[in-house]
Nanobody, 126 residues
Framework: QVQLVESGGDSVQAGGSLTLSCAAS??????MGWFRQGPGKEREGGGH???????LYASSVKGRFTISRDNADNNLNLTMNGLKPDDTAMYYC??????????????????????WGQGTQVTVSS
């Protein structure tokens, strides 16, 4: 059974940190990424990791968020520092089926990701 399960969402104060985790099972992941959807906003990409661990970040999170992956465990993490109220959103993990990868210099479309998690909520208060 193919599954992506996110965890780690919480409510924090501005300036705080959180680490989200995504556990993939039932398939071998190629490119993996994090998306988010804030209240009243469209879903947007936060960043992704190639299967080799090369990462790309959206400008809104670059320098504050770090993506890491453990291919042995098919896991993807998102460490978020310096959180802002604008980071409040439902965070989704997404993955492509191996060997489909992603570019380290340009973002893939949402439709290119075959598998999605249910999301984990992050709320940042000022």
């Amino acid at each position: 059974q193919v599954q992506l399960v996110e965890s780690g969402g919480d409510s924090v104060q501005a300036g705080g940190s959180l680490t989200l985790s995504c556990a993939a099972s039932g398939f071998r992941a190629g490119c993996m990424g994090w998306f988010r959807q804030g209240p009243g906003k469209e879903r947007e990409g936060g960043g992704h990791s190639t299967s080799a661990g090369r990462t790309l970040y959206a400008s809104s999170v670059k320098g504050r968020f770090t993506i890491s992956r453990d291919n042995a465990d098919n896991n993807l993490n998102l460490t978020m520092n310096g959180l802002k109220p604008d980071d409040t959103a439902m965070y989704y993990c997404a993955a492509k089926q191996w060997p489909n990868s992603c570019s380290p210099t340009s973002f893939s479309r949402e439709a290119d990701f075959a598998y999605w998690g249910q999301g984990t909520q992050v709320t940042v208060s000022s």
